[in-house]
């Protein structure tokens, strides 16, 4: 059988096992969660997934990695936005964001400008903030990804029953509530 007509694997049962959601009944120490029970883990594989099956497959029309997409996204809406507002947004690395957004600016689709400290050449003046702009040519590119970014993220979305639709987004917000704005730095703590 190919990937395309597996079915998917089901949790198996054990003879009078507990119900097939392993979070009903949970335990504070956790002790009845298999890795794949895991919130991180089953949260990694569906971004996986969509990021796989959707995202790609439209980027790819576009040459657009995922990285540069989201950048692109940030900085049209924003524009003209701080380097450091651009990574906290983006729940990227500064890192990756720096090499991404150079790439960018060579492909003529952002701007970047240091914003220079008056007289300083202090250390702090070296590390001056950096804004971020859209270029032209990325906001063309832009207007040409987003019709069809949104096509394909409602075609999921809307697979689900209206309920559905507004349990998931509301269980979204409550797990980032609980989990903070350390996460988005990097610092979530427990991996899978």
Known sequence: MNKATQKPRQRPQKSGAKAACPWLGLAASGANLNIEDFLTFRITRLSNALR???TKRYLE???LSI??????ALVTRFSPVRFSDLTHR???DKGQVSRTLQVMTKRGLTKMKVIKQRGSRTAAALAAPVVVSVAPKGK???KQVLPVARRRQADIIRRFSEADRVAFYTM???IFAVIGTAAVMGDSGADD
Do not use: I
């Open 140 to 142: 063309a590119l832009y």
């Open 67 to 72: 990285p540069e997409w989201r950048l692109l």
């Open 52 to 54: 796989t099956n959707v």
């Open 90 to 92: 983006s729940s990227m």
């Open 61 to 63: 029309e576009f040459g």
């Open 172 to 174: 979204l917000d409550k």
